[in-house]
């Protein structure tokens, strides 16, 4: 059943768990790493065949249920001239790092046509490749985008972050509502071009308490999810890594699957955000790198928990790491699949 995935998101009866997992394009794959030696990571996003062949990869290689399409969630700030730099082992580094209203006025609307003509050729292409398999666009959410935008890169505990929130909101707001707008529009992209689902990624937002979440977050997140259910029907997925404490509040900014990771178990997290919403989740992607056993087992105590309630898709509690065996994604599939 190619639907199984979009029919979990809907809460709908499945054949069996639909699985795929954050960071499949790329990383782990034997085939991604021989592409990355003749191209840099923003160079495959560039050319629609490069990142159509590179999102195409895990699905034929593991047999997972969607595809997601290979991009960085950096890519609409890259696109629209902030200075942004991929750098190998460290990720996403600012040149100019923002702390005032005038360092958030560079951040400019995003002109589809002109700044991402790529992503729509790179959709279609995927699209008559993949048949009936499902394609996930996905963009970031407008804290994580923001966490490196005023650190600068990746941080720890995100305290110039934090500080800008909280000594000068007015600055905060300008931002998030900046980045915001863009993601709204960097998503309708992706929806006019035909993407089946989209994910919104919050890699950085479990640094913060529930009262700075709704405060100083949510009504922007709420605000992409809620304009994006207004015009289409497609499933949107919400993901955050440590967020056991957020999933209540998040629960209501309007996506349709709410991931989880692994630092709650799968049925506690469904309690918190109800049996309206689908999830997605949540083994650590750290067991991947044990014998295929302890794999199992971990896997099957999800899947018990879950108990085959409809609106379930497997996934990871965030991305694959590199050093992950192939054979252990290989295995895993089949394993998923086979508990139907």
Known sequence: MQDRFLRACRREAVDATPVWFMRQAGRALPEYRA??????????CYQPELCAEVTLQPVRRLGVDAA???????????????????????GPVVANP???????????????????PYISKSIHLLKA???QTPLIGFAGAPFTLAAYLVEG???????????LMYGS??????LMERLADLTISYLRVKIAAGVDALQLFDSWVGCLSPHDYATFVQPYTARILKTLR?????????FGTNTTNLLPLMRNDGGSVLGADWRIPIDEAWELIGDDKAIQGN???????GPWEYVREQAADILRRVNRRPGHIFNLGHGIHPQTPVANLERLVAFIHERA
Request: proline fraction near 7%; charged fraction near 25%.
């Open 68 to 90: 997601i399409m290979f991009a960085d969630i950096m890519t609409p700030l890259i696109a629209t001239g902030v200075g942004v730099d991929l750098v190998e082992s460290i």
């Open 35 to 44: 592409i990355r030696e003749q191209y840099g990571f923003m160079d495959i």
């Open 230 to 238: 207004e015009e289409t029907n497609i499933p949107l997925i919400h």
């Open 153 to 163: 890169k990746g941080s720890k505990n995100f305290l110039n972050t934090k500080a």
């Open 98 to 116: 923002i702390r005032t209203m005038a360092d958030v006025s560079r951040i400019r609307p995003i002109e589809p046509e002109v700044d991402v």
């Open 169 to 174: 909101p007015n600055v905060w707001n300008a």
């Open 129 to 131: 490749e993949l048949g």
């Open 283 to 289: 083994l650590d992607p750290a067991v991947l790198l």
